[in-house]
């Protein structure tokens, strides 16, 4: 059992940036897969950003450019950093980790992000 705690969102203004981060309570190294996903209500939970056996990178069209997602192996650590935030990127955002492919994998509880003027 893997426990993940996402810290960093909040309020900010469009073209501002906030970096999240989600912090396991296990090694992450040999993770299959790391990604952060989020939920704007009404709409579906979608994926944002992954890595991929910690080395390749996918990103949703919609944040390409935008957003990065990397990792700090000696912390167990997962960021995704996001700039130029737009209010479309309004959301609840979670992190998930797998071990194996084809998995559901572990989440976390969610922060809230909100872009607002």
């Known amino acids: 059992q893997v426990q993940l705690v996402e810290s960093g969102g909040g309020l900010v203004q469009p073209g501002g940036s906030l970096r999240l981060s989600c912090a396991a309570s296990a090694t992450i190294f040999s993770m299959y897969a790391m990604g952060w996903y989020r939920q704007a209500p009404g709409k579906e939970r979608e994926l944002v950003a992954v890595l991929n056996g910690g080395a390749s990178t996918n990103y949703a069209d919609s944040v390409k450019g935008r957003f990065t997602i990397s990792k700090d192996y000696a912390k167990n650590t997962v960021y995704l950093q996001m700039n130029s935030l737009k209010p479309e990127d309004t959301a609840v955002y979670y992190c998930?980790?797998?071990?194996?492919?084809?998995?559901?994998?572990?989440w976390g509880q969610g922060t809230q992000v909100t872009v607002s003027s």
């Open positions: 998930n980790v797998k071990n194996l492919p084809g998995v559901v994998g572990y």
